[in-house]
């Protein structure tokens, strides 16, 4: 048996940025929401940080559900 070292590299170089990137996308959209809590106690409004942050939880969702069609699909 022999293992393709560039290949496992690459799929695990690949996989580790999408996480980062998954992570760090949804702690944006987590900071958005608690920005809204700040504003509403200041007696403010912060309308751009929600529609970021549920614009980032859509991006996560739908990252995870094109990850789930990924391993689902058939050739």
Not at 27 to 45: D, M
Not at 46 to 73: H, P, Q, R, S, W
């Amino acid at each position: 048996m022999k293992i393709d070292w560039a290949a496992l590299g690459s799929v695990f170089g690949v996989s580790l940025a999408f996480t980062v990137g998954l992570v760090a996308l949804f702690t944006l959209g987590v900071n958005g929401l608690s920005r809204r809590e700040k504003a509403a106690a200041q007696g403010g409004s912060a309308g751009l940080a929600v529609t970021g942050a549920y614009v980032c939880f859509a991006a996560c969702a739908a990252a995870v559900a094109y990850g789930i069609y990924l391993i689902v699909a058939k050739p």
